[in-house]
């Protein structure tokens, strides 16, 4: 209860910063940190957090890189972004997150480019209230928010060991979970009882795959710890925060809640 007195507060924790701390007071003293631009791949960047997350880190110098479903309002971030800072590099790339060939297509064509990986942050994320499925036959939610995301890490990951290798710097993986995730129990782990449409409950399924991507983290962090690698991955619950994330049944909004 005092902890969330305190979050409700916007009372500063350990790290100084609290939930009323904003994206530009934490990444204040960031720029000056590496001598050569850090590159940053951020799902979810038309809209919610992933937006701001990209505005704000471009402002702080980093190479932004931006796979989206929706082209147009990707190209409407990225005017805006560099309106406010003339000098970002934004880059787009078109992706479904719920299609793996997508995921694949998308990480062949940026790998192309020979560009390094310092940072991903994987925050796209949808909500379904009814039962529907991805072109691979998923549960959408599922497929979205934790499988997509789950291949496009396993592609990229050693191409961020080795920008890591190379430059010196950590590599950063981001996956946006929700305190939601809490809310599916050991033997309520289920995907059979998502899979009748009169048993489907949008809310069952979205905390799953949250608590899907935690346990990606657990591993992967795992996993790098064993090799060295100079490589973290985090799960963050990003708190209460008003996006759209609803999946209507013929129209898509990404974000983060």
Not at 16 to 25: D, L, V
Request: charged residues 20%; positive net charge.
């Amino acid at each position: 209860m005092k902890e969330t007195l305190r979050y409700l507060a916007g009372i500063a924790g350990p790290s100084g910063y609290g939930s009323k701390s904003t994206a530009e007071q934490v990444t204040e003293d960031c720029s000056s940190l590496v001598s050569s631009p850090l590159t940053a791949i951020i799902t979810g960047a038309t809209s919610g957090i992933g937006a701001e997350t990209a505005r704000v880190l471009a402002k702080r110098g980093v190479r932004v890189v931006i796979p989206a479903r929706d082209l147009k309002k990707a190209v409407e971030v990225k005017e805006g972004i560099q309106k406010e800072s003339p000098e970002a590099e934004i880059i787009l790339f078109e992706i479904d997150l719920s299609s793996l060939a997508s995921v694949q297509r998308f990480c062949h064509e940026f790998l192309a480019l020979g560009l390094p990986v310092n940072i991903l942050i994987n925050n796209a994320g949808v909500y379904s209230k009814n039962l529907e499925f991805s072109e691979d036959k998923i549960e959408m939610t599922f497929a979205t928010n934790y499988l997509g995301h789950y291949l496009l890490t396993e592609m990229l990951i050693e191409k961020m060991i080795e920008t890591a290798d190379k430059t010196g710097v950590q590599g950063t993986i981001i996956n946006l979970s929700s305190v939601i995730h809490s809310w599916v129990k050991r033997d309520d782990f289920c995907f059979s009882r998502m899979l009748n449409p009169k048993n489907y409950n949008g809310t069952r399924a979205y905390a799953q795959s949250k608590l899907a991507n935690i346990l990606h983290v657990k591993e992967l962090s795992r996993q790098l710890q064993s090799r060295n690698a100079r490589v973290s991955i985090n799960a963050v619950h990003p708190g209460i925060v008003k996006t759209g994330i609803i999946r209507a049944h013929k129209g898509f909004i990404t974000g983060k809640n």
